[in-house]
């Protein structure tokens, strides 16, 4: 009965993951339309009551982990300020109760995070990343291939893959952090099914021609390797990190210098597709409300709200300001920004301090998830975005990064008790930590 229990529980986990990351339903209720087509309003009401579900149940199987999860979010406060400052924007909101529903989800989305989080080991985590990309990656094929008024686009993309997920740019970005992925497990393992896992999701990030995901990985990819030198002797790392840092400053000079001849090679143009015109018309709007904002995503909702002006200049309905941190400053100001860039400050140090001290390919999983949520938000909004596997991982990662706490076996039992939780842990030191398996 208790192995039926944890076949459900990781079938469920994955199944929400797949959820999180956008496919398959929406796609199928859109109808397959894409972008530059008009149509029918939709209606994603089905969408809306399977993540109340996920909530519920999410809560049902983390209620038996409480305390452990208590400790994770007392020792990660900044988490708390921030979800805290999501919800207190429901005063200054120009949508109050649009940022009430908002808020909401995105508190059920974090829930998921810490359950994550506190339920499975950063091992156990990757393989059901794994899981779920593979998953993912099956049925994109199967959509584009059997079904492809889902998983071909039309319109303004015509010809484009997108799999599952209703756009492009969402299979590119999911297909890159797959391959991260991957890697990372057929590191570890060394299975020639997981390199074949990378090799498809590669496949499919050129099909989706979504060139930023695509340069999200040419990043990532090196950026492993170069840090496998941290575990290296002082000497050797020394001299290679230096070289490295001559060479990084000297590439990224010339991409400066040359910058407008190579985003021409792509297709694009420095603008970054008429992002750079929403980024202005939003730096000016923060001018107005520089230090609270307009409230947690208030904006961008209908042609009566505060950015309604910015959807009738551009000509076209942008769902965000395609940049994370404009539109997390947009929403939360000044003081929000501040909490995020904090707590992301704070988790990128010990995620480097992990990949120092550790000797398995998964301890290289925060960095470089933490690195992805910065390149992502370069071009595309996705911190605190509710129902969103981004920030389902990111909470996940700033918790399980944050754990350095093992709890003996003959005290297992005394964790669901009445007892004190301060009586139930036992501080180690973060080698011990993350030695053990």
């Known amino acids: 009965m208790r192995t039926l229990l944890n076949i459900a529980e990781r079938v469920f986990t994955i199944f929400a993951l797949l959820m999180y990351s956008g496919g398959p339903l929406v796609v199928i209720l859109s109808g397959g339309r894409s972008e530059g087509q008009a149509g029918i309003p939709l209606d994603f009401a089905l969408v809306r009551q399977l993540f109340l579900l996920i909530y519920l149940i999410t809560c049902c199987f983390l209620l038996p982990h409480w305390k452990r999860a208590l400790y994770l979010l007392v020792k990660e406060k900044l988490l708390l300020v921030l979800l805290a400052w999501v919800v207190l924007s429901i005063f200054w909101s120009a949508d109050p109760s649009l940022t009430i529903n908002r808020s909401i989800a995105l508190i059920g989305t974090t829930l998921f995070g810490i359950y994550l989080a506190t339920r499975y080991s950063l091992k156990e985590q990757l393989h059901l990343l794994a899981w779920m990309f593979g998953l993912a990656i099956l049925l994109s094929i199967l959509f584009a291939v059997g079904l492809p008024r889902y998983g071909i686009m039309g319109g303004t993309h015509a010809g484009t893959w997108r799999g599952i997920y209703t756009h492009k740019n969402t299979l590119g970005s999911m297909m890159a952090f797959s391959a991260i992925v991957f890697l990372l497990r057929a590191v570890g393992a060394k299975r020639r099914l997981l390199w074949l896992g990378m090799v498809f999701s590669f496949l499919l990030l050129l099909l989706s021609r979504s060139t930023s995901p695509l340069s999200h990985l040419i990043l990532l990819v090196p950026t492993f390797f170069i840090f496998r030198t941290l575990r290296w002797r002082y000497r050797s790392r020394t001299f290679i990190l230096s070289l490295i840092t001559v060479v990084g400053f000297s590439v990224l000079s010339l991409v400066i210098l040359y910058a407008e001849s190579l985003v021409r090679l792509v297709g694009k143009d420095l603008t970054f597709t008429g992002r750079s015109r929403i980024w202005s018309y ?12 307009y409230g947690y995503s208030s904006q961008w909702s209908s042609l ?8 009738r200049v551009v000509g076209w309905e942008a769902p965000n300001s395609h940049n994370g941190f404009l539109e997390l400053w947009l929403g939360l100001g000044f003081i929000g920004l501040s909490i995020f ?4 400050f704070c988790g990128l140090f010990r995620a480097v301090s992990l990949i120092s001290q550790s000797r398995t390919p998964e301890f290289f999983l925060p960095f470089l998830s933490l690195l992805y949520t910065v390149f992502t938000n370069l071009t595309e909004s996705t911190l605190l975005d509710r ?6 991982l990111y909470s996940m990662i700033i918790l399980a990064s944050t754990a350095r706490v093992t709890i003996p076996p003959e005290k297992q039992q005394v964790l669901t008790s009445n007892s004190t939780l301060t009586s139930t842990l036992t501080l180690t030191p973060p080698s011990s930590v993350i030695s053990s398996p």
């Open 282 to 293: 939003a730096w000016d709007m923060i001018q107005e409300r520089p230090w609270l904002g």
């Open 304 to 311: 009566g709200s505060e950015t309604g002006f910015i959807w």
């Open 341 to 344: 860039a904090l707590q992301f």
């Open 387 to 392: 129902n969103s596997i981004y920030w389902v």
